[in-house]
């Protein structure tokens, strides 16, 4: 079964400070691998989108890598902030699902807090 | 653009009764899907078309019906509600051709209480 994993399951980090979050996946055969942010109650937000072919994909204080051969991708927040709290998913859309299902795989996700 | 809509944002069910979840998208997209959340399982995808007239089973299909007239709209039906279909449920869309895929767009969820 393809699978999506996330680490840390959680992370609380003082402001000012640059971290990784960390995605792995278990099949390199991918379209794309995209990560999103989730506030408490609300909907998915699109952060960056990292097409097969790419290494990377930068928006504003964020970047995005991607490694299909080692089946990762880490996305780094440069600064943080106490508005950067959040859940942050990363999902692949895998190309060879086997004759499976045709849709986003979804870690469980990054719960991050920063601290003012 | 209004992006993907969704309606209602909340309801509540009694066990057995049945609804259809509304989405909607105005960004002519022929890929649409369905997907659940739930504490500690993540995002599930549960029905998905790749085009008017085209649907198919995610992962968690059972208990749940899907149609798709238009390109624009992709509505997710719930026969009889069980409890165990409490819920958020999120649509998305996204442009794909066979050998491209684009970033999906999701709406902003539909909680779904089943009593």
């Known amino acids: 079964k393809q699978e999506v994993t996330q680490i840390p399951a959680a992370l609380s980090v003082p402001e000012g400070e640059n971290l990784v979050l960390n995605c792995s996946f278990t099949?390199?055969?991918?379209?794309?691998l995209q990560w999103f942010r989730q506030d408490p109650g609300k909907g998915l937000t699109s952060l960056l989108l990292i097409q097969s072919s790419q290494r990377e994909q930068t928006s504003g204080r964020l970047n995005a890598s991607l490694d299909k051969s080692s089946g990762r991708s880490t996305l780094y927040i440069a600064a943080s902030q106490p508005g950067d709290s959040a859940t942050y998913l990363c999902?692949?859309?895998?190309?060879?699902?086997?004759?499976?299902?045709?849709?986003?795989?979804f870690g469980k996700g990054t719960h991050l807090i920063i601290q003012p | 653009n209004a992006g993907v809509t969704q309606t209602p944002k909340f309801q509540v069910l009694k066990t057995g009764q049945s609804m259809t979840l509304q989405c909607a998208q105005d960004?002519?997209?022929?890929?649409m899907s369905w997907y659940r959340q739930d504490p500690g399982m993540g995002l599930r995808l549960i029905h998905y078309s790749v085009g008017a007239g085209i649907t198919d089973q995610g992962e968690v299909p059972n208990g749940y019906n899907v149609s798709r007239s238009t390109t624009e709209d992709f509505p997710l039906r719930l026969l009889s509600a069980a409890p165990s279909q409490t819920s958020v449920y999120f649509c998305a869309s996204s442009y794909q051709t066979s050998s491209t895929h684009d970033e999906q767009f999701f709406g902003p969820g539909t909680r779904l209480t089943v009593l």
């Open positions: 999902a692949a859309d895998f190309s060879d699902s086997g004759g499976g299902a045709d849709g986003l795989t």
């Open positions: 960004m002519n997209h022929e890929y």
């Open positions: 099949d390199s055969a991918i379209y794309n």
